[in-house]
């Protein structure tokens, strides 16, 4: 054990091991039992009762958690494992990559390069040194070099960029000893680098053979056929699983020279020497070069065939998975456990723990869950377009495919007074107009403050001619694509037309968005306002209570238009972010609109994307009756702040349970209609449930930070003013202007612009109990601190 730890390291070990009880016991009340040890009844070789899987041996599949939460905290530090062992299912192994000291103290990192993952080269600056690493010359600083009490001057950091850097420097190197104290449910230790430590005297079997009089190590791996052999012979394999781990398969085993991809073929000569393999996810689900999943290999079936169990290795939240799962981490899990019957992978080695926990106890075998009927309600934005084009009938589709429960259209209007449904007025969000109509492009203040192509400037025929284009928020700068494949598929649909489908269709309701009404009516002599009204009452749903009509804007004179519509739900837009609403304030509101929408930046606080606390908006406009719906939720990891762990189902959880809104205006609605489906939303302790999602609990985890590596307070939100509200009445319609053909102009229609109408008010436009773990591992930091 690194000298380090002395007295104050046995107190947080003595505290961290409290901790880890309290959760357990906690668990106990809503987690399956606990697998029983290796060559038990009942234990991993022999299959359950009950729920079937089409793993070797029956049972559910492993989750091991990589360093434990390594996701969010430096790997294997006490944070990582305290985190990943409360957090996950029961039975969920936390894995160590051992290194070795040149004394032969076994540390627990992934890199053989310490200066990729501490602070050793501040610390030692003249400890750099060149190795031949398995035939690769490596230079850096390595564990040989140094005792452990060397290292343990040391600190850890986060060595992937897309992860707080906030925890660097705070915690200490993990041992193997600190690991197994933390007394995880099992225990998976990984030797890599056999040979290399052998050519310089020392010995990863020899080490291996002194821990495991000491403690039981579950699962043993390594990619090097020479260390399995020498260790076979020493090990309990009732106790310990001995697994083969493959590199990429033009890489050189250590020990026969052959490259990985050829020892695949020979399954046979590994059921010899192992219990399993370990592969890279690829070799399962192959990737094609743009993205997207090629054709299962039989890998899986070939290796249960000769008795061999098969671990996947490289899940992570925050990294840009296949396209085919729409951003969401769950979905690749469950394409690797739940695929239609064909096979379940054995095991699965990840960053993120609590993820593969939802994925296999919430969403797997849970094709027959019944549709979720109440509140929140899942409401489309643009459709579902992070799989395809806003407002296209592809997208349209796919969102009622999924399970929304509300569709909705943005209405826009043609020269030509056709309504159709877009994000924006400004036809360059959602479309090519740019490229085809670039003389068409002007600025209008009164709009947008960039110049655009809009809407009314075309007819409906130029605007068909239109290609749609799927927008990826994250494209440009953090290479998070939307299924590119999909990028310009679909087309454009009437608000007729949408109304139709919507019927056809028999959604629980729609959701029309009316903006710009004041412009359109006084400069573009068009009626949005009417041709709407027109539309929903040709379709018949003025006069129907089977489906939800829902009229949205940021403009109460708009909204007062539809107040003789009973039938209709008004919903007040609040598009800027406020922290709170005074009485004043929800009095306007409810003149005018029975529910409201705001963004998600008005419910939380944020501080260097971790959530710093919430405000009180959610609570003041619920006690008014007014029903309250967020927008707008995104699958991509760089939408999400770190106390959800790169998960979406948690943000989804957090607001569903843990602020209780009514509604949730997302992107990826197939996302949350599979979280309120899955039994793990019922929170009831006696639904007996395999894993509840809970939602996060604001400013805990930026409570573990050290207060240095606090960024100052923002301001606090502005509170939503009264006079901000009420907007002036809808100016008439102006009469459409003679205009002159433009002849660079496919259409050769430019009306002319005059300043808008003045007197506009400007309408403002816990997967974890994170509580009881994150409060245990502060208290447990103080009181090392202290000592």
């Not at 359950?48 to 905290?73: C, D, H, M, Y």
């Not at 997207?292 to 671990?311: F, Q, R, S």
């Not at 007025?425 to 109509?437: H, K, P, R, W």
Request: hydrophobic residues 35%; contains cysteine.
């Amino acid at each position: 054990m690194l000298e380090s730890s002395g007295k104050s390291g046995e107190m947080m070990r003595c505290l961290l091991l409290i901790s880890l009880l309290i959760h357990s016991a906690l668990a106990q009340d809503v987690g399956p039992e606990e697998p029983p040890p290796l060559g038990q009844k009942g234990g991993p070789d022999e299959p359950p009762q009950g729920k079937k899987w089409l793993t070797l041996n029956g049972r559910e599949p492993l989750i091991v958690a990589r360093g434990g939460l390594s996701g969010l905290f430096p790997e294997s530090s006490n944070y990582a494992n305290s985190m990943a062992k409360s957090l996950s299912l029961i039975g969920t192994a936390l894995y160590c990559n051992l290194q070795l000291t040149k004394d032969s103290v076994g540390i627990c990192l992934s890199n053989i390069l310490l200066d990729n993952t501490t602070t050793i080269s501040t610390v030692h600056p003249n400890g750099d040194k060149t190795y031949n690493v398995n035939g690769k010359e490596v230079h850096g600083w390595f564990a040989l070099d140094f005792t452990a009490d060397q290292l343990s001057k040391l600190t850890l950091t986060q060595n992937i960029f897309s992860r707080p850097d906030q925890f660097d420097d705070a915690l200490p190197i993990s041992t193997i000893e600190d690991v197994l104290n933390s007394k995880p449910d099992q225990f998976w230790l990984h030797v890599p680098y056999d040979t290399f430590y052998n050519e310089h005297k020392i010995s990863p079997a020899a080490f291996v053979q002194r821990q495991m009089k000491v403690a039981d190590i579950n699962f043993l791996s390594s990619p090097e056929i020479g260390f399995l052999k020498t260790i076979g012979g020493k090990v309990d394999k009732l106790k310990t699983k001995l697994i083969f781990e493959f590199l990429g398969p033009d890489e050189i085993e250590p020990t026969t020279k052959q490259k990985y991809g050829e020892l695949l073929k020979n399954l046979g000569m590994i059921k010899s020497l192992a219990a399993g393999i370990l592969v890279p996810k690829e070799f399962i689900y192959p990737v094609t070069p743009n993205n997207y999943l090629d054709a299962p290999t039989t890998l899986v079936a070939d290796a249960h065939k000769e008795g061999v169990e098969v671990y996947a290795k490289g899940f992570a939240n925050d990294q840009n998975i296949p396209y085919n799962y729409s951003m969401d981490a769950t979905a690749e899990i469950q394409q690797f456990v739940d695929n239609s019957d064909q096979f379940s992978v054995d095991g699965l080695l990840t960053d993120f723990p609590p993820t593969a926990s939802e994925a296999i106890a919430c969403f797997s075998h849970n094709k027959d869950a019944k549709p979720y009927k109440g509140s929140p309600l899942i409401i489309s934005r643009n459709g579902a377009s992070g799989n395809y084009p806003g407002c296209t009938d592809l997208a349209y589709q796919r969102a009622v495919d999924d399970g929304a429960d509300i569709i909705d259209c943005s209405v826009q209007m043609s020269s030509d007074g056709v309504a159709f449904c877009l994000d924006s007025i400004d036809l360059n969000s959602g479309t090519n107009a740019l490229v085809q109509f670039m003389t068409k492009s002007e600025t209008i203040p009164e709009l947008q403050p960039e110049a655009g192509v809009f809407s009314f400037q075309l007819t409906w025929e130029e605007i068909q001619s239109l290609k749609p284009q799927l927008q990826s928020p994250y494209g440009p700068k953090g290479d998070l694509y939307r299924n590119p494949a999909k990028k310009d598929a679909g087309k454009l649909v009437t608000l007729n037309e949408f109304l139709e489908f919507a019927k056809k269709k028999a959604t629980t309701g729609i959701l029309i968005d009316i903006e710009n009404a004041p412009y359109l009516a006084s400069k573009a002599g068009l009626d949005i306002v009417g041709t709407v009204i027109s539309a929903l009452k040709n379709a018949s749903l003025d006069k129907q209570s089977t489906q939800q009509v829902m009229i949205k804007s940021n403009d109460t004179s708009v909204l007062s238009k539809f107040a003789d519509e009973k039938t209709y739900k008004r919903v007040f837009s609040i598009k800027e972010q406020v922290g709170s609403a005074p009485k004043q304030s929800i009095d306007e509101i409810k003149k005018f609109a029975d529910a409201v929408t705001v963004s998600k930046n008005s419910v939380i606080q944020s501080n260097s994307f971790f959530i710093s606390g919430e405000t009180g908006i959610i609570k003041e406009l619920k006690a008014a009756n007014l029903s309250v719906y967020i927008h707008y939720l995104k699958n991509e990891f760089l939408s999400l702040m770190f106390d959800y762990l790169s998960d979406p189902i948690t943000e989804i959880a957090t607001y569903a349970q843990g602020f209780h809104v009514d509604g949730i205006v997302t992107d990826f609605p197939g996302t949350a209609s599979k979280y309120m489906k899955c039994a793990c939303t019922d929170l009831n302790p006696q639904a007996n449930i395999p894993y509840p999602i809970l939602p996060i609990e604001p400013g805990s985890l930026l409570s573990l930070l050290p207060p240095e590596k606090v960024a100052p307070a923002a301001a606090p939100l502005p509170a939503l003013e009264a006079s901000s509200i009420v907007d002036p009445p809808l100016p008439p319609v102006a009469p459409k202007k003679e205009t002159k053909p433009d002849s660079d102009s496919p259409s050769g229609d430019k009306p002319a612009h005059a300043p808008a109408p003045t007197g506009k008010s400007g309408a403002l436009a816990n997967a974890a109990n994170w509580g009881v773990s994150l409060v245990a591992i502060m208290v447990l930091s103080l009181l090392s601190m202290g000592n």
